[in-house]
Each structure stands twice: as C-alpha cells, then as structure tokens.
C-alpha cells in the first residue's frame, strides 16, 4: 500500500472521529441532553484519538503512532461495552454522582474513574435514540468502525514480497 493511501485511511478515521466529537455537543448543546460520566469519558478517549490520527497525517508510518491508537481503540471498545452492560443492568435504587470536576477534586483521579466506571444510574435512561439505536450502542459501532479501518491500514501497510 502506498503511503497515500495510508493518509486517506488515517484521515477517514480522523473524520469518523471529529463527526462522533459533533454529534455529541450537538446532543449537549442544543438538544440539552447532559452526558453521563462515561460519555465524558468517551470523550476524553476520541479526542486523544483525534489527536493520534492528526499527528499520524503528517508523519509517516510510526509503530508508536499504532501502538498508541490501538490501546486508545481497544480501551474505547471495552468503556462502550461495559457503558452498555450498565444499561441493561442499573440499580433501580442508586443515586447519581455528582458533577466529574467535584468527583476529580474530592476523590482523586483513580477513585472517581473507579465511582464512574461503576455508577449505573446515570447512563440508565438515554432521550435520544436515532434510528432505534440508543447512544452506548452508537458509540459501539464508531469503535467497531475504526478498528476494521485500523487493521485494514495495518495490513496493507506490510511490504509484501513478490512471487518469483
């Protein structure tokens, strides 16, 4: 695979994950629909991300680069699943964490991560649903999505040997 080709794929994946960036402060914003913590997480995931694939644009193929978007990829994929596990599994009798800065300036990073990655309540009930498909599900697909095109650019970008 050429190098060109390799900067399309690389700039697909960043476009896939500025769109993901729009639509969430769209819900936020002006369809007022606050995001739970893992959302803001999510967040905080992509727009590393978007920062991995923006460097990768301008240099050339870099092992590090990889490295560093597929722990980025995978640690998304596994936030998205439980994110969903959460859903279909809350605590009718739980109560709602306070706002993220309060929990990082009371608790500490390690300690609000894990009240957030264990607070069912707040991803509980999403308003919106385009096509059917809640917000955890979505935020499934956009990783599924830029997996298959991260392997693909890792696969293709190994020299193959010719045929004799």
């Known amino acids: 695979m ?8 690389t700039l697909t994946q960043f476009v896939l994950a500025f769109f993901a960036m729009i639509v969430s402060f769209y819900m936020e914003i002006i369809l007022k629909i606050d995001p ?25 193929y870099s092992k590090t ?13 596994m ?7 959460l859903m279909k599994h809350f605590d009718p009798d739980g109560q709602c ?4 800065s309060y929990l990082l300036s009371t608790f500490g990073v390690w300690e609000a991560f894990s009240m957030i990655l264990n607070d069912p309540v ?8 385009p096509f059917g498909i809640n917000t ?25 040997s010719k045929p004799i």
């Open 97 to 100: 964490l306070p706002n993220f």
């Open 136 to 160: 955890p599900v979505w935020i499934l697909i956009f990783y599924l999505m830029e997996i298959v095109l991260w392997i693909t650019k890792i696969v293709s970008s190994y020299k193959r």
């Open 2 to 9: 050429d190098m060109f080709s390799y900067k399309k794929i």
């Open 36 to 60: 739970c913590h893992i959302c803001i997480a999510q967040r905080f995931i992509i727009t590393l991300l978007m920062a991995v694939f923006l460097i990768e644009l301008f240099l050339s």
């Open 79 to 85: 936030l998205s699943v439980h994110h969903i596990h």
């Open 122 to 129: 707040s991803c509980s009930h999403i308003p919106f649903k």
């Open 65 to 77: 680069l990889n490295i560093c978007s597929s722990i980025l990829l995978l640690l998304g994929l």
